[in-house]
């Protein structure tokens, strides 16, 4: 089984991950999104992976929206992915456009009213 090919927008962190990457001398610079989530510009173009892997982010969403069980996910990386590392996905994309009280955030909202 391999991983969907169909790939998922998160504005708000999308955002964030571009607008906080650049250092002083216009470097593209590492951002750890959580205890298992990284953005390298040296790793997969920057696209948010698994620390110490080249497993997308979007690949596990894509898998999760399939609805496929979190066990299967785990062994279709080995193991690499663990159910924390999930739980984190889904809480970084729960927040890349749902504000604290549910709301949609930043440019979902702006695309929302459209």
Known sequence: MGPSRRRLQFHTLAGKIESDRMKTNGKAERIDLGKFIVADPKICHGKPTYKGTRIMVWQVLAMLER???????R?????RV???????TIHLARNSFLDA???LAGKSAELAAR
């Open 67 to 73: 609805g496929e069980s979190w066990d299967a996910i």
């Open 75 to 79: 062994r279709a990386w080995d193991g």
């Open 82 to 88: 663990s159910s924390e590392a999930i739980a984190e």
């Open 101 to 103: 009280q549910g709301r």
